[in-house]
């Protein structure tokens, strides 16, 4: 599955799938998920965060780089 994949096919997203999304190892993705978290938590379940949670971290991210 590709990013783009992941992101329209499901609602929620895992350390599983953070790793996907950015090719990195279990730890980077557990700190990316606290990241995200942090920012927004729609459902608040644990392990798991809404693909609105991870583009609003995203989105966040990339207003901070400009």
Excluded: H, P
Excluded at 7 to 26: E, S, V, W
Excluded at 30 to 38: D, F, L, S, T, V
Excluded at 57 to 66: D, I, L, R
């Amino acid at each position: 599955m590709t990013k783009v994949d992941i992101l329209t096919d499901r609602q929620f997203l895992n350390t599983a799938d953070l790793q996907k999304i950015f090719d990195c190892g279990t730890c980077t993705a557990q700190r990316i998920m606290r990241e995200i978290k942090a920012k927004s938590d729609i459902a608040k379940l644990k392990g798991k965060v809404t693909v609105t949670d991870y583009e609003a971290w995203y989105n966040g991210k990339c207003q901070e780089a400009q």
